[in-house]
Every structure is written in C-alpha cells, then in structure tokens.
C-alpha cells in the first residue's frame, strides 16, 4: 500500500493543475485560477468545515492526495518512501491503510479546529506521513536514518531513529510557534499527526520490537501540509 498511495498522489498530481502538466488547464492566469478552485474544492477549508455540509466533512480526506507543489509532493513521498514501507510490513496493509487515512484525517481536523477562523486552503499528505514516523520511532527506534545535515556540508550521517525523529519533531513544534495563518506550512498538522502515529503505535503493540538491523535511507526535511 506504501508504493500505491505514492503511485497515486503522483497520478493525481500530473492530473491536475498544480504540475502545468495538463494542457486542459491553460496557462498564465487561467492556470492559476484553476489551481485556486482545485485547492478550494478538495483542500480543509477551517472556516468552511464546521458548517455541517457533507462536502466540507471529507476535505480532510481528500486533501491527504492533493499536493501544492512539485517540491510538496517529492518530500512527501520521499517520507513516505522511507518510513512507510517498515512500518506497512509490521501492521499489515489493511491496518496500515486504514492507520494513515485515519491519522491523515485527524491530523488536518486538528489543525482546522486551532485555525476555525482561517480561510486558506490546506493541502497535503504530511499529516498523515508525520503519523507514520511517529509510528515507526516507536516500533523501530533503533533503526538507523541517513540525515543531511547543513552545518556539515549535507554530508550524509547516519543516527538512530529515536535521535533524529524527536528532534525532527522538535522543529516542528518550533516552528509551529512561529508560523502565521497565512500561506505556509501547517506545522501543526504535522505535531498532531506525530502524536498520533506514536500514540497508536504505543497502545496497539506495547513494548517496542527488539533491535534489529534495518536498511538506511535519506530523511531530509520534508514539504509539509500546504497552504496555496
């Protein structure tokens, strides 16, 4: 399921506006246009999404495979490449699916109730890829993840997971405190999903898995949910 939801929010992406790919959406200011109706009609909307109306109740859904930007969607599924794939194997497709849709969702509702008043457009998988990391920190913390750190040079380091990912988190919630309403990362959406992705992962298989030998990979900073 990992390799399917990457498969699909590339698809979608090329299909829609946000690549200027697809010639049935013009070019210029007919293009942008198009991809601020296609922001609003399947991203969270907070100040529309307590109304009640059905349509606004599944944004957090759908926006989990709406992406902003050709740098949003690779970092994404960059994450999602790395950390997905370990994770699927211990929980089982079925679980896992079920896991990142349902975290992906609470974690843009979460966001939307601290910014009820916000009328941007949110898009995005990362609430649902920080749920997966916070999954994978608990089940694999001793994992070894290949970072590129700018103070030395994006030479590549490998640290255990329960060093990198909790300080990954810490810039979250960094930033968090910073970030405006305005168009942006929705940092928050990430915190919420992390905590999410552990809390579940904590409760449904207890003691984390004894130290195992795992394959590295590259853990850049990723794209985050995103505010067109």
């Not at 690779?74 to 997905?84: A, R, S």
């Not at 640290?159 to 309403?181: E, H, M, T």
Request: net charge positive; aromatic share 14%.
């Amino acid at each position: 399921m990992t390799y399917s939801l990457i498969a699909l929010c590339c698809l979608l992406f090329l299909a829609g506006p946000a690549s200027g790919l697809n010639p049935a959406y013009g070019a210029g200011d007919d293009l942008l246009a198009a991809q601020r109706a296609y922001f609003r009609r399947w991203g969270v909307i907070p100040a529309e999404l307590f109304e009640g109306s059905a349509g606004s109740a599944l944004t957090p859904a759908t926006a989990l495979f709406v992406h902003g930007s050709w740098v949003h969607l690779l970092g994404n599924m960059l994450f999602l490449y790395v950390f997905g794939a370990m994770t699927e194997e211990r929980m089982g497709r079925v679980q896992f699916t079920l896991f990142y849709v349902g975290c992906g969702y609470l974690a843009l509702l979460g966001y939307a109730v601290a910014n009820a008043d916000s009328g941007q457009s949110l898009v995005g998988a990362s609430g649902a890829i920080s749920a997966v990391v916070g999954a994978f920190l608990y089940l694999f913390p001793r994992a070894r993840v290949t970072s590129l750190l700018p103070f030395l040079f994006f030479l590549p380091v490998r640290f255990p997971a329960w060093i990198v990912l909790p300080f990954w988190a810490a810039l979250q919630w960094l930033a968090a405190g910073r970030a405006s309403d305005g168009p942006g990362v929705a940092y928050l959406a990430h915190l919420v999903g992390f905590g999410l992705g552990f809390g579940y992962a904590s409760v449904r298989y207890g003691r984390p898995a004894s130290p195992t030998r795992v394959k590295a990979a590259p853990a850049p900073a990723p794209e985050g949910e995103n505010q067109p």
